[in-house]
């Protein structure tokens, strides 16, 4: 088995490798394979695992790309993602991708799939809408129709016929995924010096581009060094990390807060990989009313989700006690209308709950983080001593 740091450096490989090289080393096996690429924040890969492809997370450049064409499409005053998207599509980093689907998140990703028709790329474009309605005969009857719209288009590709048993076996495997890296986590709730938050970040974010049976295999090996008693316990404050969601952070703006005296011991990067709250039936005879019945019941919460009779504000103060953290930090892109829309409720909240937070803005591009140092480390120093 690889050392520790050798499955990181790979997976950090993975992760910002902005040409797919290991999802189209796959496809270029078997020429029935398809690359269906999806864009923040959640997409049910079990459907395109079952039709022989591989659903690939595009994220977007981050600090990796540096956005020359991009900026001419899009206005100054919405989040820099699609902007980097659209970078990655002009500079041909996409090509080979069959598909790509754009959950519905906010008007920034609609347009983003309206722009992704206008330049031709792929064989199909989908905005995959997802239920307002949670009523199963209602929200749940059209959230399978949109699925199945999916699976048409990748039907039509390569002829591959999704049947109930391929359905529960991909199910399966994504529960499996789910479960480890949440184990990752449970772990790091009480020892956080075992892991780097970074760490976690590429381990995860390595799991969007390859395929989920290489992925489990990576996170049962990170799981049999992380249970063992290594690395040296530091006097931080353990925190969540909120806000984040769709536009991913810069990987040195979570070095920096960790670095700035606290532990992430929860975070929304990266959502869809933990999407879904517990297990999803595979061992049903319509899997697609599981998946269906999951984003109904087992979703997470999240600003990009309705929630009328399940308030965000309720779960990420339980989440907080669960985890056993001393404070939030609200970290969210500029001028991302879900999440700072939300942020008055959350904090008022946090308010009422007599809990510790600090809040501020980023870029997917940002490359300084000596403000925000000072900031979280005040935070941080405020906490330990007068807590």
């Known amino acids: 088995m690889k050392s520790l740091i050798e499955i990181i450096s790979k997976c950090e490989e ?64 919405i989040c820099h993602m699609p902007r980097g998207i659209i970078e990655l599509a002009l500079d041909n980093h996409l090509e080979g991708i069959d598909g790509f689907v754009f959950p519905s998140i906010c008007d920034v990703i609609r347009n983003l799939s309206g722009m992704f028709r206008f330049l031709k790329k792929g064989k199909f474009v989908k905005y995959l809408d997802f ?22 288009e990748i039907k039509a590709i390569n002829n591959v016929e ?34 780097t938050a970074a760490d976690v970040y590429h381990i995860v974010r390595a799991g969007y581009v390859i395929p989920v049976e290489e992925h489990n295999e990576i996170l049962e090996q990170i799981l049999v060094h992380i249970r063992q008693n290594i690395g040296e316990p530091v006097d931080k404050i353990k925190v969540l990390v909120m806000g984040a969601f769709c536009e991913q952070p810069p990987v040195g703006l979570i070095k920096t807060i960790e670095m700035a005296g606290c532990y992430i011991v929860e975070d929304d990067f990266l959502l869809g990989a933990r999407w879904t709250q517990g297990d999803i039936d ?62 008055p409720i959350l904090q008022k909240a946090c308010n009422d709950n007599n809990i510790r937070y600090i809040s501020f803005l980023f870029s997917e591009n940002t490359g300084q983080f000596k403000v925000i140092k000072e900031q979280v480390g005040t935070f941080s120093d405020s906490i330990k001593l007068w807590d």
């Not at 902005?18 to 078997?30: H, M, P, V, Y």
């Not at 239920?131 to 048409?152: R, T």
């Not at 907080?320 to 879900?338: L, V, W, Y």
């Open 14 to 77: 993975l992760a910002f490798d902005l040409n797919f090289t290991r999802a189209k080393e796959w496809k270029s096996q078997d020429n029935t394979r398809v690359l269906v690429g999806y864009m923040p924040i959640y997409f049910p890969r079990e459907i395109v695992h079952a039709a022989n492809g591989l659903p690939v997370g595009i994220l977007g450049g981050g600090d990796r790309k540096q956005i020359i064409k991009g900026d001419a499409y899009y206005q100054s005053y």
């Open 162 to 195: 999704v049947t109930a048993e391929k359905l529960n076996h991909s199910i399966s495997l994504f529960n499996k995924n789910r479960k480890l890296i949440e184990e990752i986590y449970n772990i790091r709730q009480d020892a956080p010096w075992r892991l």
């Open 131 to 152: 239920p307002q309605n949670f009523q199963a005969h209602i929200g749940g009857e059209f959230y399978i129709s949109e699925m199945n719209h999916v699976l048409h």
């Open 282 to 343: 595979s061992s049903s005879k319509q899997p697609l009313n599981s998946l269906s019945n999951a984003y109904l019941n087992k979703s997470t919460f999240s600003s990009s989700v309705y929630d009328v009779h399940n308030p965000k504000e309720g779960r990420l103060i339980k989440l907080m006690k669960e985890r056993k953290a001393d404070g939030i930090i609200f970290a969210a892109p500029s001028f991302c209308d879900p999440a700072l829309l939300d942020h």
